[in-house]
């Protein structure tokens, strides 16, 4: 079987996918985790994230100076920066954490996000283990 | 669009209102203006979507406040609180409003009637203004049966007297009719009160067991220069700002009529500016006189809106001000011209008492005078019904809107004190209020007084400047179809999304009513693990995160009126002794995790 990298997605409720279409039993799609404020994702659940067997975690965040709590995005995009570092050390590759931001309503462009990010990690493989 | 709007836990909780964002403190009524402007920021793109979404948004307004459409034209009196303000422009919440106003006037006339069922006592609310309207709508509500006895023709009280350029027909006659439509309200017009046919005993004879009076100002004040009636005010030429719009608006003046002519109108505040701008449009060259100087912030600055003075003077329209008028010059029957001394005062600590330099004066020629120098209340009428005090003032409690003279009778808008639509509103709501509780033998004055608090603006990064209001080019405008133009879609959920939302949750609950949030979590500090460093202070955007002395050491806690349970802290605290309550994430996160495969062993 082609090896098919599973990829975790931190979701903002107020950029990303909020246009309920009305029926709340609606399933929220598999490794998704919608979150009000992207800024609340700490380091800790991303490096959880690859404990648990993720390839790659993608963080969808409002756009620039859009954030409803303010910062949230920024203080987000920085952590990203920094952890990519750290995490380069491990031997773990920068392009595992991507954050995204945007204002997609309908979450339109989610798949297509999901998918890109899945073909680069096919190209890396799955996480080198120690 | 939307599941729910305002139910169950989406819904906000008057009790909990004492702190609330600036410009709701502002607002006469507290209008839920956050909670809508973070509704109208989660408007989709698509347009047929965000019409169901707009209207969802209106129905919300529209249950506290059926003239929400009218606001979106001419009121905007929270933007002057703005916290935005200082930091590149306030939300442009009037121009918001506006916008919801141009999709929801349309499914106003379809609108279906209220299912009520009217089992209460018989009211009559003399006067068909905004506050007679308001107090209609909330009593009908609450199951009166309400009967507006209107003056004219028509109802909507001064709010005719706005000109079309800045408030369009179709907008003011739809929010009235649809009022009285929807609540099933009984309307006489043509009813004035005190000619005879129409008095308050009159009404209780009828079976109406409480009246609310809101008949406004309909006297206009004269012109006066020390005290005294100005010389030549009985020359023809001379006409009332009132009158004036009110003959304009009902189209008895026709285009050109003031063509040739010079045009002198006489008063500082909104009604001058909108006669002068009105008889500009129909052809008058048109000057504005006034007692009151150009610095608006000096205590005998202008009163009118910085908008209207620009406006104007766009327009071709100029502005004399700091001089009063001191006599009327006439050629013949006809005014020929005035005499305009400097007024070296408007104010002093008691009020109003002007002072004139009368070496220093101007002559101004004039074919026309329009004076519009304030209104007032038709006091003999009051006098005959009993509802002045000994010093000839309208005897009625500021805060239950009931006559001192009379407890049956209720008095509200511009009649008991000249304001804004929306105190006129307010007053309209607030009798409706002390009417109910008034009939069902409760305390009228019990808890009517709060004090409401705002919290200062979010910190953040940057901050975003204000949008560009396009105005049609003075060339173009010289007619009565609106100049402003009001947002499209994107640009009002743009602005929409600029609000930095400094009101508490508690007030708001936008999120929770469309489902972002199931329920408002709250932040907990556990104390055995805070070590007092601070982190969480600096990092809280709002002020909420804050640290105090306990038992000699250093505690973080949280203030949960300003506390948005963005999460912000929670994360930034190095040992972890805060935590959000009722989030789901952490469930939502485990059971992602668990469902991963190729999990690293150990």
Redesign the interface.
């Known amino acids: 079987m082609a090896y098919d990298p599973?990829v975790?997605c931190f979701s903002c409720?107020?950029g990303w996918d909020?246009?309920?279409d009305?029926k709340?039993e609606t399933k929220?799609p598999?490794?998704?985790?919608?979150?009000?404020?992207c800024?609340?994702?700490?380091s800790n659940?991303i490096l959880?994230?690859?404990?648990?067997?993720?390839d790659g975690i993608l963080i969808l965040a409002c756009q620039e100076?859009?954030?409803?709590?303010?910062?949230?995005n920024?203080?987000t995009s920085k952590k990203v920066y920094l952890l990519q570092k750290v995490l380069e050390t491990f031997g773990v590759e920068r392009e595992r954490v991507r954050i995204e931001m945007g204002l997609d309503?309908?979450g339109a462009r989610v798949e297509q996000l999901v998918k890109e990010m899945k073909t680069d990690l096919s190209k890396l493989g799955?996480?080198k283990?120690f | 669009?939307?599941?729910t709007v305002a139910k169950g836990p989406a819904a906000v909780e008057a009790a909990v209102k004492q702190l609330l964002p600036p410009c709701q403190v502002q607002c006469p009524i507290n209008e839920d203006i956050q909670r809508t402007n973070?509704l109208i920021s989660?408007?989709?793109?698509?347009p047929a979507?965000a019409k169901q979404g707009i209207i969802q948004i209106g129905d919300y307004l529209y249950e506290k406040n059926p003239f929400f459409a009218v606001c979106g034209y001419v009121c905007g009196l929270c933007e002057l609180e703005c916290n935005y303000q200082s930091k590149g422009g306030s939300i442009k919440r009037r121009l918001l409003k506006r916008f919801l106003a141009d999709t929801y006037i349309d499914y106003l006339d379809r609108k279906e009637e209220l299912d009520l069922i009217k089992h209460k006592e018989n009211i009559a609310v003399v006067g068909g203004g905004p506050s007679g309207l308001m107090a209609a709508w909330h009593l009908s509500k609450r199951g009166y049966r309400v009967t507006i006895f209107e003056a004219s023709d028509r109802l909507g009280g001064a709010l005719w007297l706005i000109p079309r350029y800045r408030l369009p027909e179709k907008v003011l006659a739809s929010t009235c009719e649809n009022i009285v439509r929807l609540a099933g309200i009984d309307v006489k017009y043509n009813a004035e009160m005190g000619n005879g046919k129409l008095s308050l005993e009159k009404l209780q004879h009828e079976g109406y067991s409480a009246v609310f009076m809101a008949k406004g100002t309909p006297q206009p004040r004269a012109l006066t220069f020390m005290g005294a009636e100005v010389e030549g005010g009985d020359l023809s030429g001379i006409e009332y700002g009132h009158t004036f719009l009110y003959e304009v608006s009902h189209g008895n003046i026709s285009p050109n009529y003031f063509k040739g002519k010079k045009v002198v109108v006489i008063g500082g505040g909104n009604v001058a500016f909108d006669a002068a701008r009105t008889a500009k449009r129909l052809g008058g060259d048109t000057a504005l006189v006034c007692l009151e100087c150009e610095d608006k912030k000096s205590k005998d600055g202008i009163p009118a809106d910085h908008e209207e003075i620009r406006g104007a003077w766009q327009e071709g329209i100029r502005t004399i001000y700091s001089r009063g008028v001191s006599k009327i010059f006439g050629a013949g029957n006809n005014v020929s011209g005035i005499e305009c001394p400097k007024c070296t005062q408007v104010f002093d600590d008691a009020g109003f008492n002007p002072k004139f330099d009368v070496s220093d004066t101007i002559k101004l020629d004039a074919d026309l005078l329009i004076v519009t120098v304030g209104q007032g209340a038709d006091r003999a009428a009051l006098q005959k019904d009993n509802l002045l005090d000994e010093r000839g003032r309208i005897a009625v409690d500021p805060i239950t809107m009931q006559s001192l003279n009379r407890e049956w009778v209720f008095i509200g808008g511009d009649l008991r004190r000249i304001g804004f639509m929306v105190d006129a509103m307010r007053d309209g709501i607030e009798a409706a209020e002390s009417i109910e509780r008034y009939l069902r033998g409760l305390d009228v004055r019990e808890g009517r007084k709060w004090t409401l608090e705002s919290q200062d603006i979010?910190?953040?990064?940057?901050y975003?400047g204000e949008p560009e209001i396009e105005w049609t080019p003075p060339e173009k405008r010289m007619h009565f179809e609106l100049f402003e133009h009001g947002f499209t879609l994107p640009q009002a959920v743009h602005e929409a999304?600029r609000c930095?939302?400094c009101g508490p949750c508690l007030s708001c609950k936008a999120?929770v009513s469309?489902?972002?949030?199931n329920s408002l979590s709250e932040v907990e500090v556990n104390a055995d693990r805070c070590s007092g460093c601070g982190v969480c202070t600096s990092?809280c955007?709002y002020g909420a995160a804050q640290s105090k002395q306990v038992e000699g050491k250093r505690k973080s806690f949280t203030d949960t009126f300003k506390c948005?349970?963005?999460?912000?802290c929670?994360?930034a605290c190095p040992s972890g002794a805060r935590e959000?309550v009722g989030d789901p994430?952490h469930a939502?996160?485990n059971e992602?995790?668990?469902?991963?495969?190729?999990?690293?062993g150990g």
């Open positions: 599973n975790v409720k107020f909020y246009v309920s009305n709340p929220v598999e490794n998704r985790v919608p979150v009000v404020c800024g609340k994702v700490e659940h959880e994230a690859f404990k648990a067997g993720a100076g859009d954030c409803h709590y303010q910062d949230g920024f203080q309503p309908e799955p996480v283990r | 669009m939307w599941t973070v989660l408007l989709p793109d698509d979507l979010p910190l953040r990064r940057y975003l999304r930095l939302t999120c469309v489902g972002i949030q990092i955007y948005k349970s963005c999460g912000m929670v994360v959000l994430m939502r996160i992602v995790y668990a469902n991963l495969s190729g999990a690293i």
